[in-house]
């Protein structure tokens, strides 16, 4: 367990499996009685880094906001599990819904600012908040969604050349695929293996936005120098022709790697979410 007013962290289970996923509570100070928010981190992260480490918790607890965070397979400090359905977005995405569940969410309900949950994604956690928004409009009120990209970067991961690095070296090819291990590979308590399996899940259930679009209120946000965001209007325009009023934040001088650090980023979350 991490920081003050952390509460215990939850068990759960879906459809009897275990997922070991590492889930906190974090209570405020003082409750300004909205909806709690649900952080998801990116690929080779975890919620003590991009969120805790960054002050992102403290800030929402310091608006008053109840904080879910939760570890992915194979981030942080949750389990690894052996089969691969465990790392699939469809089943990650099963797991959150329990988990704000156990976390007492309920569904929205128009003059309740109390009911349903607000959720903020980085990176990969973009897409998985894109795709629960989209699957559970009953229980999502508004999105924040950092560093988007219409189409994974991890789609296009070659796992192959990733295998033969760590199994003799053998130099990777392709310049995505080398950067996003060595970046996997830097954080200890990542499991290489699991976030592997992770990458070819994801693989199988390749992301396609425009098969479901959210309809709620969502804040896109990414840097200036961020590549991997250059697609970001076009997740705004899916989103204002199915009708969910959509904006756009644009973060001076950042890049993927330090919008997450950003005052303003925060700041407009919190200010975006606090309705």
Not at 118 to 127: A, E, W
Not at 161 to 171: E, F, K, S
Not at 209 to 226: F, I, N, R, S, T
Request: hydrophobic letters at 45%; zero cysteines.
């Amino acid at each position: 367990m991490s920081g003050r007013h952390t509460g215990e962290m939850h068990s759960h289970t879906v459809e009897g499996t275990d997922p070991q996923l590492y889930v906190e509570v974090h209570d405020p100070d003082a409750d300004a009685g909205l909806r709690p928010v649900l952080l998801l981190h990116g690929f080779s992260s975890s919620s003590k880094l991009n969120w805790e480490d960054t002050g992102w918790i403290a800030a929402f607890r310091d608006a008053g906001r109840r904080v879910i965070t939760v570890d992915l397979p194979g981030h942080g400090r949750s389990g690894a599990p052996e089969d691969l359905d465990s790392y699939s977005p469809s089943r990650i995405r099963a797991d959150l819904l329990q988990i704000v569940f156990d976390a007492g969410v309920r569904p929205v309900h128009e003059g309740d600012p109390a009911s349903g949950v607000d959720v903020v994604g980085y990176s990969l956690g973009s897409r998985l908040a894109w795709e629960f928004g989209a699957t559970q409009p009953e229980l999502v009120h508004r999105m924040v969604l950092g560093g988007p990209n219409i189409a994974d970067p991890l789609a296009s991961f070659d796992l192959i050349a990733a295998q033969r690095y760590l199994a003799d070296g053998t130099p990777i090819a392709d310049e995505s695929t080398a950067g996003l291990l060595k970046m996997a590979m830097l954080l200890p308590s990542n499991n290489i293996f699991a976030l592997l399996s992770l990458v070819e899940a994801i693989k199988a259930e390749p992301f396609d936005p425009a098969e479901a679009v959210p309809h709620m209120p969502m804040l896109l946000v990414a840097g200036d120098k961020d590549e991997r965001a250059a697609t970001m209007a076009q997740l705004a325009e899916l989103g204002l022709r199915a009708g969910a009023m959509t904006e756009q934040l644009v973060l001076p001088g950042r890049n993927h790697t330090n919008a997450i650090t950003s005052r303003v980023f925060k700041q407009g979350a919190i200010s975006f979410l606090g309705v």
